[in-house]
């Protein structure tokens, strides 16, 4: 069923809430989804102090995608609405899709000349609809799902979520049909039906599912590791590139921006299907700093969180500035990378400063080291305003912050300007926010970094990287730096880099 339109007539959903016994790591949580089902996931490690919880979804009981109502919309005349409205962003609201159905809705429209890559209200349009489905669902007060938002903070129904990078792209907020929460040891399963006005019927289903709660996935699945991978050249081979860069390099040189951030892509094809469970199995076991993710085929193992928000309180970790592992030093006395850095974390203190009411961010930036490369990182710490506590908070902060100087650039339209003439890659949702959202609207993402996309067919994903440009750049160095922040993904599809 897809309804493009808010007012929707479509049947309530029953949220059913069990506390399992189960073990409440990540890769014994996605064996119990089966193989076939649409996977979504989200893990993560605590940011200063915020614990995240271990989501896993089988299946899809609704979508929301938010996307351009036309993509032959004529640019609007008015310089700060050079992008969508939220009028003219559509949502389209599907139950129970298949992985092919999100695939084709997510498709990137054609860009639209003139747009504004820092006006994107596809995320405040989604939020609201979002909450406006939570409201709607029944069973929300029970003893169970009260439990569980005493000791996790959550209230149901959960959500995972993924939007584009550029405006052209469609943005997703998906509640699983079957959903798995890990919380500081504990797992609670949760399920999503459609609700029957015959009250025999309806207690029959209550019934079934709370059995089935206790029982599905009771038998583990195979995680298996893809056959027959062979590595393709994406849309720019290296050279090709490396002279993109070194042009950009010398419109940076010439003040048409202070930094540009290039992506480049490269394909892995597969003889079997490439499991995302498996995926995000092996990036936990490699990459525990990282938050790992997976929303409609969107995989990886990101090193950046974008936006926590609990409580009201918005905690954000911004990252720029690469090197080596091991190389930490050098990069802290490095004036390139320093300026890099600060240019990232003073784009997102501008974003929240007025959509807050106190801000805090460390002076000094501090090292995270991770296994394939070494990161300046700064912990962002905020306490969102009133008056924009009573939306969808996590996305009326994720809107505010996307695109960060970290991914796109800055200043952030000269910078897209620059991109949308020399990056010839599509990054449809790589490089946008990824992540959950609860009932209340709060949740967490992280940016879609270390990340690949499945195809419909899951025999092949787009693996992506990029480097951050400045006017003193080398370009077969930032070639090396994407080749490192591929290497996730390679690695945890069985390739030898």
């Known amino acids: 069923m897809i309804v493009s339109d808010l007012e929707y007539v479509s049947s309530v959903l029953d949220v059913t809430v069990s506390r399992v016994k189960a073990a409440s790591d990540l890769p014994a949580l996605l064996a119990k989804v089966p193989g076939d089902e649409v996977v979504s996931v989200w893990s993560g490690p605590a940011i200063a102090g915020d614990g995240q919880p271990t989501i896993v979804g089988a299946g899809v009981a609704r979508a929301f995608i938010a996307e351009p109502k036309s993509a032959k919309t004529e640019p609007c005349e008015r310089a700060e ?66 439990e569980l938002e005493a000791q996790t903070g959550i209230r149901l129904p959960v959500g995972l979520m993924s939007f584009g990078f550029g405006p052209h792209a469609p943005g997703i907020i998906l509640a699983p049909r079957e959903t798995w929460i890990e919380y500081e040891g504990s797992v609670w399963h949760i399920s999503l039906r459609s609700s029957t006005p015959d009250q025999a019927k309806h207690t029959r289903e209550t019934a079934a599912s709370q059995r089935e709660a206790r029982s599905f996935g009771s038998q583990p699945n195979r995680l298996v590791a893809p056959r027959g991978l062979s590595l393709d050249t994406g849309t720019m081979s290296r050279r090709t590139w490396a002279t993109a860069v070194s042009q950009v390099i010398e419109l940076l040189g010439h003040g048409h921006a202070q930094k540009a951030v290039m992506a480049r892509d ?49 905690k954000s ?28 974390v003073e784009s997102v203190t501008r974003a929240l400063g007025p959509i807050t009411s106190a801000l805090d961010a460390a002076r000094e930036p501090f090292l995270l080291d991770l296994p394939n490369v070494t990161h300046l990182a700064t912990d962002v710490r905020a306490t969102l305003s009133r008056n924009h506590a009573q939306s969808a908070s996590i996305c009326v902060v994720v809107s505010a912050l996307h695109p960060t100087a970290a991914v796109g650039g800055t200043p952030t339209e000269e910078a897209f300007t620059i991109l949308s003439r020399h990056e010839l890659t599509e990054r449809g949702r790589y490089s946008g926010p990824v992540g959950w959202i609860d009932a209340a609207g709060e949740g967490a993402c992280a940016i879609a970094l270390r990340c690949g996309q499945l ?3 899951r025999h092949s994903i787009r693996v992506f990287a990029g480097g951050g440009i400045m006017p003193d750049s080398d370009p077969d160095l930032e070639v090396a730096e994407t080749q490192a922040k591929m290497r996730p993904v390679l690695q945890a599809l069985g390739l030898d880099t």
């Open 266 to 314: 490269l394909e892995v094809s597969a003889s079997s299907p490439i499991d995302p469970r498996y995926v995000c199995a092996q990036l936990t076991r490699t990459y525990p700093t990282c938050w790992i993710f997976s929303v409609a085929g969107l995989t990886g193992a990101s090193p950046e969180m974008l936006a926590s928000v609990r409580d009201g309180v918005i």
């Open 455 to 457: 195809s419909a067919d």
């Open 317 to 344: 970790r911004v990252l720029a500035g690469t090197c080596a592992p091991g190389d930490g030093h050098a990069l802290l006395e490095s004036a390139k990378d320093r300026e890099e850095h600060h240019l990232a």
């Open 81 to 146: 609405s050079a992008g969508p409205s939220a009028e003219e962003v559509n949502i389209s609201i599907l139950d129970h899709p298949s992985y092919s159905d999100l695939l084709n809705r997510l498709t990137p429209h054609p860009p639209r000349e003139g747009a504004r890559v820092s006006h994107q209200p596809h995320m405040g349009v989604a939020g609201d609809a979002w909450l406006q489905f939570a409201r709607s669902c029944r069973g929300t007060d029970s003893l169970e799902a009260r």
